[in-house]
T-cell receptor, first 115, second 110 residues
């Protein structure tokens, strides 16, 4: 019944590795997002996809590459992980691109720790 | 895009007191004002929102008020309880997307 599900919930990895986080929503929403939340709780938009198309790409290093195989999935691949990538990554979805539509539904987050 | 300033950054109250968090925006064309709550270790969740054609909206102990002239909107929580302790966000809208930011950490002491 989970509306927006992310896997894994926790990820501990070494610097330099490549890792992926998966996100799936079963709400029939058109738009999906990735957010990064640092240790000070600052929640920052990274990417936005609408119907598999990239809409927003904030100033995020090229090491981060989102992929949307269909509108229900938005995965995040990170190459050459750095210590500063340690954070909680949230996936979210909304009915459509309009921020005023019925609110965002967030996944439970993936806590990434780079050692 | 919209710029929103949220104050205070932290707020400590005693259980039963009221809490008010204020957000000031710059774009007079803004027409949607949501509030999200994020409890420790949990996901952000929409708790209440208001549109520009409404001045106030209530849902039990929480309310949002909008002052379009002064360009600010506020979250009011009455009879606070320990479970109200969380980070609260009034995310600005940029490029049709909620961009979030720092939030206000509310701590309710028993």
């Amino acid at each position: 019944d989970t509306a927006v599900s992310q896997t894994p919930k926790y990820l501990v990895t070494q610097m330099g590795n490549d890792k992926s986080i998966k996100c799936e929503q079963n709400l029939g929403h058109d738009t999906m997002y990735w957010y990064k939340q640092d240790s000070k709780k600052f929640l920052k938009i990274m990417f936005s996809y609408n119907n598999k198309e990239l809409i927003i790409n904030e100033t995020v290093p090229n090491r981060f590459s989102p992929k949307s195989p269909d509108k229900a999935h938005l995965n995040l691949h990170i190459n050459s992980l750095e210590l500063g990538d340690s954070a909680v990554y949230f996936c979210a979805s909304s009915q459509d691109r309009r921020a005023t539509s019925y609110g965002y539904t967030f996944g439970s987050g993936t806590r990434l720790t780079v050692v | 895009g919209e710029n929103v300033e949220q104050h205070p950054s932290t707020l400590s109250v005693q259980e039963g007191d009221s809490a008010v968090i204020k957000c000031t925006y710059s774009d007079s064309a803004s027409n949607y004002f949501p509030w999200y709550k994020q409890e420790l270790g949990k996901r952000p969740q929409l708790i209440i929102d208001i549109r520009s054609n409404v001045g106030e909206k209530k849902d039990q102990r929480i309310a949002v008020t909008l002052n379009k002239t002064a360009k600010h909107f506020s979250l009011h929580i009455t009879e606070t309880q320990p479970e109200d302790s969380a980070v609260y966000f009034c995310p600005p809208v940029r490029y049709s997307t909620l961009t979030f930011g720092k939030g206000t950490m509310l701590l309710v002491s028993p």
